[in-house]
């Protein structure tokens, strides 16, 4: 029998990827893309043009190949899709030793 056990939220940290944090968040970053993307109607080859990237690099990482892009050209990517984007630092909460890495979208 096969037991089945929660998620953290993180299925990079679930799997035990060192880059955890980095990689759920470019991959948030990445879904709100294609998300804005999709609610424009772009193709991919408009919205590459738009973001200043080529339609491969954009394809892949529409498809979760996002290793080689970094989460300042993710955010710059926001701006050039007309949103706004704000880095909130704040002190951790008392029981975590270290902080945590997260993304809110409004």
Same mark, same amino acid.
């Given at each position: =029998?096969?037991?089945?056990?929660?998620?953290?939220?993180?299925?990079?940290?679930?799997? &035990?990827?060192? /880059? +955890?944090?980095?990689?759920?968040?470019?991959?948030?970053?990445?879904?709100?893309?294609?998300?804005?993307?999709?609610?424009?109607?772009?193709?991919?080859?408009?919205?590459?043009?738009?973001?200043? =990237?080529?339609?491969?690099?954009?394809?892949?990482?529409?498809?979760?190949?996002?290793? &080689?892009?970094? /989460? +300042?050209?993710?955010?710059?990517?926001?701006?050039?899709?007309?949103?706004?984007?704000?880095?909130?630092?704040?002190?951790?909460?008392?029981?975590?030793?270290?902080?945590?890495?997260?993304?809110?979208?409004?």
């Amino acid at each position: =029998m096969i037991g089945i056990e929660k998620g953290s939220g993180n299925v990079y940290a679930d799997i &035990g990827s060192e /880059e +955890a944090d980095a990689m759920h968040v470019k991959a948030s970053l990445a879904s709100k893309i294609a998300e804005i993307i999709k609610h424009r109607h772009l193709t991919q080859q408009q919205a590459a043009d738009i973001l200043g =990237m080529t339609q491969p690099k954009l394809s892949g990482m529409l498809r979760g190949q996002f290793r &080689g892009i970094s /989460e +300042a050209k993710m955010l710059d990517c926001l701006n050039r899709l007309g949103r706004d984007v704000q880095i909130v630092v704040r002190k951790a909460r008392r029981s975590q030793e270290n902080g945590r890495i997260s993304v809110v979208f409004s």
